[in-house]
Every structure is written in C-alpha cells, then in structure tokens.
C-alpha cells in the first residue's frame, strides 16, 4: 500500500496534471483527503497500480481489486450522502469527497485492462455536482469561500464531458449544467486546473461540438446506438435539420469570441515545465480543434457557406472582435478553413516542448488536427499552405509525421492505453483517406470520413 500511495504523488501526479507543484490541488486536495476517506484512498490504490501495470504486469491483478473496493466504497459513501442532513458542513464535506472520487474512479477505470471506459458513472458525478452547486448557492456560500472548490470540481466535470462527448449519444443540453464556468472565469480567471489549463470553456465547447457530431452521426445511420449506459435513440434524431445547423452556427459565433486570460491574469504554477504560454495555447487549441469539430459538422451547400461566411467574417483583419487569429480569405471554402484552423492547432502545439506538463491534455485536439490531414481536404484546398513547404502533399506527410511523433511519445511518456489506440485510430483514418480515389474528393463533405465513425467502426474507443 505505502508503495502505491508513493507511486501517486511521485508519478501519477505529474502524468495527470498540466502543472504539477505544491498547489497541484490533485496533490494537495488528495493528501487531505487520503487518510479520511477510505473511497480516495482506495481510488489512489487503484489507479496507482492500474498504471504501474502497464509496467510491471504482476500490479494488475491488486489493481482490479482496488478497483472493486472502489465501486464498493462508493455505494457506501453515496448511501452516506443521502442520508446526511443536507447543509450541514458534514454534508458539503462529504458531497465533495464523494464527487471527487466518482470523478477520479469514472476517469481511470480504462487505465485498467479490460475494464471499460468508465463512462457508467458520468451521470451519478453530474447529478452530485448539480447537488454540490444547488447547496453552496442555497447556503449563501457561492461567491464566498467557496469559488477554490467550485473551480476544481467545475475542471474536473468539463474535461471528463469533453472526452465523454465524443463516445456517448446525449442530448446537448445535458451540458448546460457547466455553464457556470462561464462566471468563474469571471470570477478566477488566472486560477490553473490540472485538468482544464487556465479555463473549462473551450472544454466546454469541445463538448458540445462532440454532441453536435454525435447528433448528426445518429440522424444519418438512423441507428439505435450503445451509448455505454442504456441502449436509446439519439435524442436529437427527431430535430431538423436546420436546427442542429443554428446550434453549430450559434457555438460556432461563440467560439470565436472566446480569448484565453492574458499572462498578468494567470497564477503561477510554479512548475517550470508548464508556462503561461504553454497554456494560453493549449486554450487556443482547444479553442480552435472545437470550432473545426463544428464546421464538420456541416453537410449541406447553404450550411457549409454559413459556416464559412461566420468564420471569414470574424478572422478577418486585426480589428475584428474574434480572437480567433488565423489568415482566411472571404471566399474561403469549409475545406480551405478545415485545413488552415487544423494546420494552425498542429503550429501551436509543435511550438510546446515535448515534457511539457500540457502533454497530459493535448491528445484530442492532436487527435482532431491530425484527422483531418487527409487529401480529399488537403488537396482540394485552395489556400496558401504558409508552411515548412508549399507542396501541399509535402505538407500533409510533414504534419502527419508530427502528430505521430507526438502520440508516439505520449505513449512512451504517459503509458497509457489510450494513446496506443489514439495512434491506431489515426493511421486507420489516413489509410482510408488515402485509398479513396482522387475522383471522389469532390464528393466528399467536411464531415467525411470523420474520426468518430471510423472510431466505432474499427472498435478503437478509447478514454484518457
């Protein structure tokens, strides 16, 4: 046990944070926490040796075992909360250690083999979280002593639903309980959350564009779908089509005004592998992997020049109110954005050192740049390519090798399984583009041969 409750603070912190210091509150808040409760301490045991595994296979077996004592504290604990007088300072306590271990359990039961993704317990994390919000607002405390709190739970939820978005079919109004994070940015906006960098928001609009992808996905294959809990129809299949198109367009107009917080808004990590600037940027990838999320999702002519016609028109020239800063021209097609917005993440992130602590959190917008690396975009763009060389097919070959390199050293670095299949899914995506015909390209939709299908189709889902 003293092994692996080490092994966490001397390892798995520094893999399962942006920043890791002494106010790393996944330090600070888990050593408080570890010698009170037995649902913390038994998450740490878990995921501990579940890492330690893909190592040292011999921790596998204790680590499924800590597993189990972790699902069983937990229906403990949640049997505790119920019946604990609520507004008490008992309750509060106890409502944020529960919430803190069923996020920490939902987030590392796939780093054990065969176990899942997790993704069972999103819905009982965000129904304590709504409890957590309604208590500290009913007793007043909201705008007190309590915003450290709320912050850190609030980055812990918006990563979790960014990943989750993608794998599960939900109506996107499920997420509107975040959207609180909108007025702590407000409030603490320089605070850095191990899981979500300087702000939740652009986790929060990676979310919802992972909703809106999933939405469409469903509405074409008019299939009924396991979306790892029950097995239901896409809730939005009914809606038309024109109203899944506004709720991009509306995202979309959103995205592009959002601006990261500025260095004199920033606290100090104190860690000297992760800069402000690292994350500013990993923001801003983030920012921008969203919005190329969003104009996949177009389909039609009249919704692709929409989406066009928004993104041209708030890119455009340094005066613009966006703060989206990339060079577009105003008759610049959703192919021509795909590529310049995909380009644009991958410049950024090859601008972030490779141990830098932003490394645990940049995997899906790699994932979402890298994807769209395919010819039928690449080579029916007809923007200057601005790059390490002008051939566009140099070019993409040239970004592809990056992204592999980055993925391949995620693996190496990290350990985990996820990145394997990260790794796997992209050169399977690339393979299919690049056995499709050049005839076809023109016929292809910015939606096409989209990660998330080829995600499901080759059984590569994957949770990190």
Same mark, same amino acid.
């Given at each position: ?273 992760? !800069? ?117 097919? !140099? ?70």
């Amino acid at each position: 046990m003293a092994v692996l409750l080490a092994y966490y603070f001397h390892n798995v912190c520094a893999i399962n944070s942006c920043f890791d210091s002494f106010v790393n509150p996944l330090r600070t808040e888990v050593a408080a926490l570890i010698t009170t409760s037995r649902l913390i301490e038994f998450c740490i045991l878990s995921m501990s040796a579940a890492h330690l595994s893909n190592s040292h296979p011999h921790w596998s077996l204790e680590g499924l075992g800590y597993l189990t004592a972790t699902v069983s504290e937990l229906s403990r604990a949640m049997n505790g909360v119920i019946t604990v007088r609520p507004l008490s300072t008992a309750a509060d306590q106890d409502l944020g250690t529960v919430l803190l271990g069923v996020i920490m359990l939902g987030m590392t039961t796939s780093w054990h083999a065969s176990s899942g993704l997790g993704l069972e317990h999103i819905s009982g994390s965000r129904a304590l979280f709504r409890t957590w919000i309604a208590q500290e607002c009913t007793s007043g405390q909201a705008f007190d002593g309590a915003w450290p709190r709320l912050h850190f739970y609030l980055g812990l939820q918006a990563y979790w639903e960014a990943m989750a978005s993608f794998l599960i079919d939900q109506d996107i109004h499920q997420l509107d309980y975040l959207h609180i994070s909108f007025a702590i940015d407000r409030m603490k906006a320089g605070t850095v959350h191990p899981w979500t960098g300087i702000s939740a928001v652009p986790w929060l609009y990676l979310a919802k564009a992972g909703c809106v992808i999933r939405s469409h996905r469903n509405r074409d294959r008019g299939e009924t779908l396991w979306d790892g809990i029950s097995s239901t129809k896409a809730v939005t299949s009914h809606q038309p089509l024109s109203e899944d198109c506004h709720v991009a367009h509306v995202l979309a107009k959103e995205l592009l005004h959002y601006r990261p917080p500025s260095d004199a808004q920033i606290e100090d990590t104190f860690d000297e592998h992760t !800069s402000k600037s690292q994350l500013q940027d990993l923001a801003r990838c983030c920012q921008l992997a969203a919005l190329v999320e969003l104009i996949r999702s177009c389909d039609s002519i009249d919704e692709q020049q929409a989406m066009a016609t928004l993104i041209a028109d708030n890119c455009m020239g340094t005066s613009s109110a966006s703060a989206v800063h990339v060079d577009v021209r105003s008759e610049a097609t959703c192919t021509d954005l795909l590529r310049d917005l995909s380009v644009q993440i991958l410049r950024l992130l090859s601008g972030i050192p490779t141990d830098s602590g932003t490394r645990c959190l940049y995997h899906l917008p790699l994932l979402i740049a890298g994807s769209v690396l395919l010819p039928s975009i690449m080579s029916l763009s007809h923007t200057q390519c601005g790059d390490v060389t002008s051939d566009k097919s !140099s070019a993409c070959l040239y970004w592809r090798r990056f992204v592999t390199e980055r993925v391949m050293h995620l693996e190496q670095s990290v350990n985990l399984e996820a990145h394997r299949r990260i790794r796997l899914l992209l050169t399977e995506v690339w393979a299919r583009g690049d056995a499709l015909p050049v005839r076809q390209y023109q016929a292809l939709t910015p939606r096409s041969l989209h990660w998330v299908d080829v995600m499901e189709d080759a059984n590569l889902r994957f949770f990190i």
